[in-house]
């Protein structure tokens, strides 16, 4: 499942041939918002932004294409008129004089206005976007002291969009090894040091996985790596995926465990019970 990293990468390729361009022809899928076609046809983009796993597009005439890319939606972009080969059911087409922007399998897709975006259920429950600029280390770790997070043990909790928006598995796995803390722990029962430091590692683990569309290892580690001839599946992550392999850190062998339904990996070492 795509986490925000990869919503905001996906949202960043279609910013690329939208924006600031007229819509020349709109082609939805999905019945229900058909009648929306002839209102974004001759609009232009003005922005495509995200949040957690939503991606908005904005139209000049004050309406947002919403769309949460869970488990099957993939956002294409193509130069007019190929089109990808793919059994996918086609639900979104934005056209422009040269490029098309296209939304394959997803079933959560609105068009609204700015009244019904302010007002919109998801949205209004979730929490900061992780990639979101102004985020501060200091307001994520405010986050984890709250009365309303403090007591959830932190395996749940980093799957919860209403605490951050955008963390999903993966990121789940790689922020809590990073900053060395077992998964079961709350925040309640740590320093104000450790939770700072899981809150830095919150961040840094985030936005390094977006600047390098999807690696999460240390820049050197990853040269390294690559050097020594790892694919970029095997060089991607500290822990997810790594069952029994070595910890980068530790050489401590890297174990899967099965928390909240989902599956999380650890180094028993590097994130010691207590």
């Given at each position: 499942?795509?986490?925000?990293?990869?919503?905001?990468l996906?949202?960043d390729?279609?910013a690329?041939?939208?924006?600031?361009?007229?819509?020349?022809?709109?082609?939805?899928g999905?019945?229900?918002?058909?009648?929306?076609?002839?209102?974004?046809?001759?609009?232009?983009v003005?922005g495509v932004?995200t949040?957690?796993?939503?991606m908005l597009?904005?139209?000049?005439?004050?309406?947002?294409?919403?769309?949460?890319?869970?488990?099957y939606?993939?956002?294409?972009?193509?130069?007019?008129?190929?089109f990808?080969?793919?059994?996918?059911?086609l639900?979104v087409?934005?056209h422009?004089?040269?490029?098309?922007?296209?939304?394959?399998?997803a079933?959560d897709?609105?068009?609204?206005?700015?009244k019904?975006?302010?007002q919109?259920?998801?949205?209004?429950?979730?929490?900061p976007?992780i990639?979101a600029?102004?985020?501060?280390?200091?307001?994520?770790?405010?986050?984890l002291?709250?009365d309303?997070?403090?007591?959830r043990?932190l395996?749940?909790?980093?799957?919860?969009?209403?605490?951050?928006?955008?963390?999903g598995n993966?990121?789940?796995?790689e922020?809590?090894?990073?900053?060395?803390?077992?998964?079961?722990?709350?925040p309640?029962?740590?320093?104000s040091?450790?939770?700072n430091?899981?809150?830095?590692?919150?961040?840094q683990?985030?936005r390094?996985?977006?600047?390098?569309?999807?690696?999460?290892?240390?820049?050197t580690?990853?040269?390294r790596?690559?050097?020594?001839?790892l694919t970029?599946?095997?060089?991607?992550?500290?822990?997810?995926?790594?069952?029994?392999?070595?910890?980068?850190?530790?050489?401590?062998p890297?174990?899967?465990?099965?928390?909240?339904?989902r599956?999380?990996?650890?180094?028993?070492?590097?994130q010691?019970?207590?």
């Amino acid at each position: 499942m795509p986490e925000g990293p990869e919503i905001r990468l996906a949202a960043d390729r279609v910013a690329k041939v939208l924006v600031g361009r007229p819509i020349a022809e709109v082609t939805f899928g999905l019945p229900a918002l058909q009648r929306f076609e002839r209102l974004l046809t001759g609009s232009t983009v003005t922005g495509v932004n995200t949040r957690g796993k939503a991606m908005l597009t904005r139209f000049d005439n004050g309406l947002t294409l919403y769309s949460h890319n869970q488990l099957y939606g993939r956002w294409y972009t193509t130069r007019r008129p190929s089109f990808p080969k793919t059994n996918r059911s086609l639900r979104v087409a934005l056209h422009t004089e040269r490029h098309s922007a296209l939304l394959y399998s997803a079933s959560d897709i609105e068009v609204l206005t700015d009244k019904q975006l302010s007002q919109h259920a998801f949205l209004g429950r979730i929490g900061p976007d992780i990639l979101a600029p102004e985020l501060t280390v200091e307001q994520v770790a405010m986050r984890l002291e709250s009365d309303r997070f403090r007591n959830r043990a932190l395996a749940s909790l980093y799957l919860d969009q209403s605490f951050l928006a955008g963390i999903g598995n993966y990121l789940r796995s790689e922020i809590l090894w990073a900053a060395g803390v077992e998964p079961s722990r709350k925040p309640a029962d740590l320093s104000s040091a450790k939770r700072n430091r899981i809150a830095r590692n919150t961040l840094q683990i985030s936005r390094r996985s977006y600047r390098t569309r999807g690696v999460t290892v240390a820049p050197t580690l990853a040269a390294r790596l690559k050097a020594n001839g790892l694919t970029y599946r095997q060089r991607r992550f500290w822990v997810f995926g790594r069952e029994g392999l070595s910890c980068h850190r530790c050489d401590t062998p890297i174990r899967r465990r099965s928390m909240g339904g989902r599956n999380i990996f650890v180094c028993s070492s590097c994130q010691p019970a207590d």
